[in-house]
């Protein structure tokens, strides 16, 4: 079955206690992002990949790193979480580039105490 | 001017009825637009691409309008599944994100 996995689903942290959350899709496909959703504030993108060893910021790329070491995998790192990264957080993959349809991961509740 | 801007509702119907959700965005280099589907905190799904010629995928029409910069959504025959957030989401010129609305929340009820 074609589709976008995040681990964990859920995790509850304390601030300044790094965290990764992995991404990993089976479509092959070139181009991963990273969304948080926050209430009234819409999905915004975090960082994105077009392809293997090719990264970029987005919107909000402030407290977040990533890798894109292998194409099927975009983990997000947080290397000192604290209470504004609480939020719910989508990795989303697409064949090509953004302007093709992107698919989402089942996102991961991430509150950081 | 907000990058995409939709009407947040709730718009609340009964059952049968036609509902039309209105999406305008402010890059007009935009090449694709999206309507996605949410339910409740999950992930959101892929409802329809929508192309300049309109498209249709049984109860649901998508249409874009270049000129005015806005896509819309109808949906018609309501069901009480159809309960959901509708994200537009056009993308941006380079290509490299989904730019999303905040969503249009409908409500179905019987």
């Known amino acids: 079955e074609a589709q976008v996995t995040q681990n964990p689903r859920y995790l509850i942290t304390v601030t300044g206690k790094k965290l990764t959350v992995t991404c990993s899709q089976n479509?092959?496909?070139?181009?991963m992002s990273w969304y948080r959703q926050d209430p009234g504030l819409g999905l915004r993108q975090i960082y994105y990949?077009?392809?293997?060893?090719?990264?970029d910021k987005g919107d909000v790329p402030e407290g977040y790193k990533v890798s894109r070491k292998e194409k099927r995998n975009f983990p997000l790192i947080l290397e000192s979480p604290s209470p504004n990264q609480t939020s719910l957080y989508f990795c989303?993959?697409?064949?090509?580039?953004?302007?093709?349809?992107?698919?989402f991961g089942p996102g991961t509740r991430l509150t950081v105490l | 001017r907000k990058e995409v801007e939709q009407d947040p509702g709730p718009f609340n119907v009964p059952e049968g009825a036609t509902v039309a959700f209105n999406c305008t965005y402010s890059?007009?280099?935009?090449?694709?637009f999206f309507w996605y589907r949410q339910d409740c905190r999950k992930e959101p799904k892929l409802l329809m691409s929508?192309?300049?010629s309109g498209n249709e995928d049984g109860r649901f029409t998508a249409q874009l309008n270049r000129a005015s910069q806005y896509i819309s959504l109808l949906i018609r025959d309501s069901k009480l599944s159809d309960s959901a957030t509708y994200l537009c989401?056009?993308?941006?010129?380079?290509?490299?994100?989904?730019?999303f609305g905040k969503g249009t929340t409908l409500s179905v009820s019987s």
């Open positions: 990949s077009m392809n293997v060893e090719v990264t």
């Open positions: 890059n007009s280099a935009s090449q694709s």
């Open positions: 989303a993959s697409s064949s090509g580039e953004a302007h093709n349809e992107q698919f």
């Open positions: 929508v192309y300049s």
């Open positions: 479509m092959n496909h070139e181009y």
């Open positions: 989401a056009p993308s941006n010129q380079a290509g490299t994100a989904l730019i």
